[in-house]
T-cell receptor
Framework: AQTVTQSQPEMSVQEAETVTLSCTYD???????LFWYKQPPSRQMILVIR??????QNATENRFSVNFQKAAKSFSLKISDSQLGDTAMYFC?????????????FGKGTKLSVKP | DTAVSQTPKYLVTQMGNDKSIKCEQN?????MYWYKQDSKKFLKIMFS???????INETVPNRFSPKSPDKAHLNLHINSLELGDSAVYFC?????????????FGPGTRLLVL
């Protein structure tokens, strides 16, 4: 079974600085997808970024980028120029490609606090 | 317009009661899901429906029953509520079951069983 591990329960960063959140996963599959979701205090789950395993190029979305290391099964999220609104829980998630399994498998989350 | 909506947002009830949570999506998606987030914020899949057929049931007690009157709706009915059912329940939807489609989440329903 696939598992997702986020080893940092909590992190903090100063506004305007850069922070990296770690995520590792375990799978025997070759084709899959990886996601980062953000959950602010409002509780809403918001997609931050996604990565297809077959793509070597790291995904980027404005201030958010990933470092995808397939061989190491690592998928870290880098947030540049951190803003107060980035304060949230961040969840790394895995999804198999194809088959009958379409659900997301989540890590336990990292609580990020951006300090002014 | 809200893409995925859930009602109610908060639900407080007594042990032993039966309750339902409604979910609707206006994205035209074929697949809908229910996730449970426990008190430690851990999210886990409960069910998914694809074209009105149950695809996944992850060892959820049979007190929980998803019902889909059409592909835009997936309701969650819970019988004989227990203290351990207290959690936040999220509905989500995606265009396809497989293929890495992004799942869009509703705002969640916080259930408190007293």
């Amino acid at each position: 079974a696939q598992t997702v591990t986020q080893s940092q329960p909590e992190m903090s960063v100063q506004e305007a600085e850069t922070v990296t959140l770690s995520c590792t996963y375990d799978t025997s599959e070759n084709n899959y997808y990886l996601f980062w979701y953000k959950q602010p205090p409002s509780r809403q789950m918001i997609l931050v970024i996604r990565q297809e395993a077959y793509k070597q190029q790291n995904a980027t979305e404005n201030r958010f980028s990933v470092n995808f290391q397939k061989a190491a099964k690592s998928f870290s999220l880098k947030i540049s120029d951190s803003q107060l609104g980035d304060t949230a829980m961040y969840f790394c998630a895995f999804m198999n490609y194809g088959g009958s399994q379409g659900n997301l498998i989540f890590g336990k989350g990292t609580k990020l606090s951006v300090k002014p | 317009d809200t893409a995925v909506s859930q009602t109610p947002k908060y639900l407080v009830t007594q042990m032993g009661n039966d309750k339902s949570i409604k979910c609707e999506q206006n994205l035209g998606h074929d697949t809908m899901y229910w996730y449970k987030q426990d008190s430690k914020k851990f999210l886990k899949i409960m069910f998914s429906y694809n074209n009105k057929e149950l695809i996944i049931n992850e060892t959820v007690p049979n007190r929980f029953s998803p019902k889909s009157p059409d592909k835009a709706h997936l309701n969650l009915h819970i019988n004989s509520l227990e203290l351990g059912d207290s959690a936040v329940y999220f509905c989500a939807s995606s265009g396809q079951l497989a293929g890495g489609e992004t799942q869009y989440f509703g705002p969640g329903t916080r259930l408190l069983v007293l």
